[in-house]
């Protein structure tokens, strides 16, 4: 045979599914159906490689593996482009109320319990498109307006990135193209953004190195420059001077290779688009999905 074959070691590596579930998707609904080796190893060809990639994709936003394993790739990738045009979800009222109610009582575990739920009803794609992006913009109005203090405010946040630390600390979502690295600039201590970039991203394949928060722009541009780094994703808050971050933007893509994109969001940036050319801004976390298939097509192209 012609065609690349892939262990179900490599398997598990590119998809994060587990060698269990393949085994019993295998069993219960005749998908995967690998080939087997001399000594009886399972092996799989590139195209049910590639359908188990999307098979991933779309239970990551919530989808169920009873449904998807029927359809064929034409079918996934169709169902794929129709939720990326779908509308966003609105966060319910109730849900926020139940936050708040949760961070006043200073309910540590119990607001764990509520976005863990919320996490595996809906997968981690959606929820941090869907449930995540919204309940910030609800916390940073309830923070300004004295509905919540400060201590609560932290609370959230660290909550909410122990709960994304914990759903990317399994096996490896995203171990294919592009390589992404992550961070901040030197005094931007806010992380959450980055933990958000990194589990859209790894959703969808990409292999993601994050570097935390305060990296010296020399770190990030020696890192870059190692060629074993497609895309530098950058994030502000809305505390970071915008000035700054326009400096330092301006002179990391003038040191960075030509062929290493750079991507930059984040609150600080919202609504307040620095030109700058070589530069992708992302308005809204969503955009990273598409600043992605956009990376992607190019790549393709060349």
């Known amino acids: 045979m012609n065609e690349t074959l892939h262990s179900i070691s490599a398997i598990e590596r ?26 009886g190893e399972r092996l799989y060809p590139d195209e049910q490689l590639q359908r188990l990639r999307l098979i991933r994709r779309l239970i990551d936003q919530g989808r169920r593996p009873g449904s998807l394993l029927r359809l064929d790739s034409a079918a996934l990738e169709a169902l794929l482009a129709e939720l990326a045009t779908a509308a966003p979800a609105t966060l319910p009222p109730a849900v926020g109320d139940e936050v708040l109610a949760l961070l006043t009582a200073h309910d540590a575990a119990g607001l764990t319990v509520l976005l863990n739920r919320t996490l595996t009803r809906c997968g981690l794609q959606r929820f941090v498109t869907d449930f995540i992006a919204p309940l910030n913009v609800l916390i940073g109005e309830a923070w300004l307006s004295g509905a919540i203090e400060v201590a609560e405010e932290h609370l959230y946040t660290e909550q909410l990135q122990n709960v994304l630390r914990a759903a990317l600390s399994g096996p490896a979502l995203g171990a294919g193209s592009p390589r992404v690295l992550l961070t901040t600039f030197p005094d931007e201590l806010h992380s959450l953004g980055l933990l958000m970039a990194e589990a859209l991203l790894s959703t969808e394949g990409a292999a993601c190195t994050s570097l935390g928060t305060q990296t ?46 750079l991507w930059c969001g984040g609150a600080g940036l919202q609504g307040r688009r620095p030109e700058i050319e070589g530069v992708r801004q992302l308005d809204t976390i969503a955009d990273c999905l598409t600043a992605l298939a956009d990376w992607r097509a190019r790549a393709a192209e060349d």
Do not use: H, N
């Open 14 to 39: 590119d998809t994060g599914l587990s060698r269990e579930v393949l085994r019993k998707w295998e069993l219960r609904y005749g998908f995967p159906q690998p080939v087997r080796a001399a000594q």
């Open 216 to 261: 010296p722009v020399e770190d990030i541009i020696r890192l870059a420059s190692s060629g074993r780094v497609d895309i530098v994703a950058l994030s502000f808050s809305g505390a970071y001077p915008l000035r700054r971050a326009v400096e330092g933007i301006q002179r990391l893509r003038t040191a960075l290779p030509e062929a290493v994109a």
